[in-house]
């Protein structure tokens, strides 16, 4: 793209989410304003991964925003946010977004032209904005998929079994009709190959290498966080959603409780929260704590503090996502435990590179051995790996320029 192209991007989810796909999202589009390109987002107030707007935002009714000079607007569309996001209550959710951010793709038809459209899924169906504003304007739509939503939806019986020949057949219409595909892991180009004959393209998620970096130390940052220097900490930190599987995690705890070095340590928010803490309490479970989402200022140092990193997933999602979580580990030289099932791509790139450890998915007893383990040995060739890793292929200097060449 030349440097004078407008960029329109359509995703619910942005800054300043700090996890999740509405991270990179705001990375991109600041990116791309600071870049030169005259970017517009249509999103929707922050709420993820709480379900719950977050202050000062409100959800009653549009906002529109301006950053970099004018280079960057964000129109803020309202929609239904439910406290507990079952299969039917997220589709509710989704198609309430879609029916506003309608609204102003509608009022952009009467402004200047956007030269590339993109869309950020999911949600899937927001690809049919998209080419409604093409067939009026123009332009040329890169439809990026950050979750194979409707597989994962379906392995996890998150909808009834009948509702999803429709959603796949929608989806089948969207991909035919667009220029661009694009997705964030080799694992989901390979399913995305069983859909369509287009060509795709690989464009991963990012850190920055520069504000995640190793810091030298690393036990005495433990004492900021009230835990001794000798102890073990494992950290999961992120979004806790029913994908994760976190409550297989409360039973490792249980498993080790009688090492008194290693703690575990929950840290962010969402709608299973409250649930894990009533079942740590009820069960007297000692060695768990837990911790909101950490200031951005602080999560460098919060990121080197742990010993050990957990990357959970259920075994039927293990290559449907590409946790967004695992990039700023690696960056920071992390040792990482994943959970993930030989032939996944998480398996795959985790074990040819050797920056971390793979254990199978669910299965606790395992996990909890290797935890205890990795607790009593030297992994600093993992860690040395992971930097590596990230330097070599995750820098965003790197992948947000490729990805403007690729998409001109």
């Not at 977004?97 to 950020?120: C, E, G, M, T």
């Not at 429709?166 to 390979?190: A, C, D, P, Q």
């Not at 040819?352 to 383990?373: F, N, R, T, Y």
Request: aromatic share 12%; net charge positive.
């Amino acid at each position: 793209m030349e440097m004078n192209k407008r960029v329109l991007v359509v995703g619910i989810n942005c800054f300043p989410e700090l996890t999740g796909i509405g991270k990179y999202s705001g990375e991109m589009i600041n990116w791309l304003a600071e870049n030169g390109y005259q970017t517009t987002m249509i999103t929707a107030p922050p709420y993820y991964p709480d379900w719950r707007v977050q202050k000062p935002y409100q959800n009653y009714w549009y906002k529109k925003e301006n950053f970099h000079e004018g280079k960057l607007n964000l129109y803020r569309c309202p929609l239904y946010i439910p406290r507990s996001p079952s299969g039917i209550k997220r589709l509710i959710h989704e198609a309430t977004f879609f029916l506003s951010a309608f609204v102003v793709v509608f009022k952009l038809l009467f402004q200047q032209k956007h030269d590339l459209i993109l869309v950020i899924a999911p949600p899937f169906h927001l690809g049919f904005l998209a080419l409604f504003y093409r067939f009026f304007k123009g332009g040329k739509i890169v439809y990026h998929i950050q979750d194979l939503q409707i597989e994962a939806a379906r392995e996890l019986q998150m909808l009834p079994a009948g509702f999803f020949s429709i959603l796949f057949g929608m989806e089948r219409f969207i991909m035919k009709r667009v220029e661009f595909i694009s997705t964030i892991s080799e694992g989901m180009l390979s399913k995305l190959k069983l859909k369509t004959d287009k060509q795709l393209t690989f464009f991963p998620n990012w850190v920055d290498i520069a504000g995640f970096y190793p810091l030298p130390e690393r036990s005495t940052l433990k004492l900021k966080w009230d835990y001794n220097e000798n102890d073990q900490v494992v950290l999961y930190s992120g979004s806790i959603g029913e994908k994760q599987g976190l409550i297989s995690l409360l039973r490792i705890a249980e498993l080790l409780q009688d090492n008194s070095k290693i703690k575990f340590l929950i840290c962010g928010n969402g709608p299973y929260k409250q649930e894990l803490i009533r079942i740590r309490d009820q069960k007297g479970i000692k060695n768990v704590r837990f911790l909101p989402f950490q200031d951005y200022s602080k999560f460098n140092e919060f990121l080197n503090m742990a010993d050990i990193h957990l990357i959970l997933q259920k075994a039927n999602a293990s290559d449907l996502v590409m946790p967004s979580k695992l990039t700023a580990i690696l960056s920071v030289g992390g040792l990482a435990i994943v959970t993930a099932n030989a032939g996944t791509t998480l398996y795959q790139v985790i074990n040819e590179h050797g920056m971390g450890v793979v254990v199978p998915a669910e299965e606790d007893q395992i996990l909890a051995s290797k935890i205890l383990e990795i607790s009593e040995s030297n992994q600093n060739q993992l860690r040395i790996n992971a930097r590596e890793y990230a330097s070599k292929y995750l820098d965003k200097n790197n992948i947000l320029p490729k990805m403007v060449k690729d998409f001109s």
